[in-house]
């Protein structure tokens, strides 16, 4: 059969049969849509933010978060973020609490709570938009931020929760109950009065945790002060010389730790880390017990020279190197004039202890 070419006319009379649309023309289209689908989807993934006539500030709009001071006497308040930094700085306030959260467009600090009486019990916890999958926080990005301010009249229990974001909390000038802060992998950074009528507990998994105190005037000291901290592989430095803890617990398991303990006496303070180093410093002043555990992670005790301490060692392959101490038998050592007001226990299976009274080896 003859075939007819596409520019041969039609027979008069004969319809022209409907043509498809051209195969390369639906390709375009199709790849076209492709593109702007994965576009969406890697929208909503990174959860990049849209931004409104809102106050912005680079890529996410601030809001403001205030929270009237009312009738309340005494408050419990608790944060909790996934990926947000939480701030808390060393400003008051004549609110209860005042700040700002800056985060995507539709996202929120969620109130829930009461703060009608004498007592405010309140929680906040962040609220992101359907689809918003979280921050892009990558090649110099910026995470959303809680900064907070809260009334330093008022006692105040703190709870914080946050599961990547980083906390840096000043509570320094707080009139402090309690503080409870919990993270995943964001690093910890805590300034803490120097007051004894609180129970501090830190917890991080991968993150850093640093703790300090600010000198300030009071010098009581309660039985239930207690002070927690702990990391799975994050490094602690942790100084509490200028706080009054009776009670001190500091666990860890690759991340190293660095511990100034309180110049208390009734001391009871225990350590304990897997492979992570421990260097432990003890002030002038403590007296009590302190227990010190490691598998393969070095233990430097310090003390000062004048300290009346007595130590007890144990190792199965580790070293013991010892500076200044009078030794009592295979494992006992011991400084001063012989009345251990202050008792150390220190038990390693390889690693190495060294025992120093003059500051370092």
């Known amino acids: 059969m003859k075939q007819i070419s596409?520019?041969?006319?039609?027979?008069?009379?004969?319809?022209?049969?409907?043509?498809?649309?051209?195969?390369?023309?639906?390709?375009?289209?199709?790849?076209?849509?492709?593109?702007?689908g994965g576009l969406a989807l890697l929208r909503g993934t990174l959860g990049v933010p849209v931004i409104s006539n809102e106050k912005a500030e680079g890529t996410y709009v601030e809001r403001d978060l205030v929270e009237p001071l009312n009738r309340a006497s005494e408050a419990t308040l608790s944060f909790r973020t996934?990926?947000?930094?939480?701030?808390?700085?060393?400003?008051?306030?004549?609110?209860?609490?005042e700040g700002t959260y800056t985060g995507p467009k539709g996202a929120s600090m969620e109130r829930s709570g009461s703060n009608s009486g004498r007592t405010?019990?309140?929680?906040?916890?962040?609220?992101?938009?359907?689809?918003?999958r979280g921050p892009l926080v990558l090649f110099g990005g910026t995470a959303p931020r809680l900064r907070l301010n809260i009334n330093n009249e008022v006692p105040v229990q703190l709870n914080f929760s946050t599961a990547s974001g980083e906390m840096n909390l000043d509570a320094s000038h707080l009139q402090l109950l309690g503080l409870k802060s919990t993270s995943a992998s964001g690093d910890l950074r805590v300034v803490l009065p120097e007051k004894a009528e609180m129970n501090v507990s830190l917890r991080t998994v991968s993150g850093e945790l640093r703790v300090r105190s600010e000198n300030q005037d009071s010098k009581q000291v309660n039985d239930d002060a207690r002070f927690e901290a702990s990391t799975v592989s994050g490094d602690q430095d942790i100084e509490l010389d200028q706080t009054r803890f009776e009670?001190?617990?500091?666990?860890?398991?690759?991340?190293?730790?660095?511990?100034?303990?309180?110049?208390v006496n009734d001391l009871t303070a225990e350590t304990r880390t897997?492979?992570?180093?421990?260097?432990?410093?003890?002030?002038?002043?403590?007296?009590?017990t302190l227990t010190i555990q490691s598998t393969s992670g070095e233990v430097i005790v310090e003390l000062p020279s004048d300290?009346?301490?007595?130590?007890?060692?144990?190792?199965?392959?580790?070293?013991?190197?010892?500076?200044?101490?009078?030794?009592r038998g295979n494992n006992t050592y011991e400084s001063g004039n012989g009345t251990a007001d202050l008792t150390i226990q220190v038990k390693t299976v390889s690693g190495d202890i060294f025992l120093n009274r003059n500051g370092g080896l």
């Open 6 to 36: 596409d520019q041969t006319p039609m027979p008069q009379g004969q319809k022209t049969p409907s043509q498809g649309p051209d195969p390369r023309v639906t390709r375009v289209l199709l790849s076209l849509l492709l593109i702007v």
């Open 82 to 97: 996934a990926s947000t930094d939480i701030i808390l700085e060393d400003n008051t306030t004549p609110e209860l609490v």
């Open 120 to 132: 405010a019990d309140l929680n906040f916890h962040e609220q992101y938009p359907r689809g918003y």
């Open 247 to 263: 009670r001190v617990s500091v666990t860890g398991n690759s991340g190293e730790l660095s511990l100034t303990l309180p110049p």
């Open 274 to 288: 897997v492979s992570g180093d421990q260097r432990i410093r003890i002030p002038d002043g403590a007296s009590g």
């Open 307 to 327: 300290l009346d301490a007595r130590i007890t060692t144990s190792s199965v392959s580790g070293e013991i190197i010892t500076d200044g101490f009078t030794q």
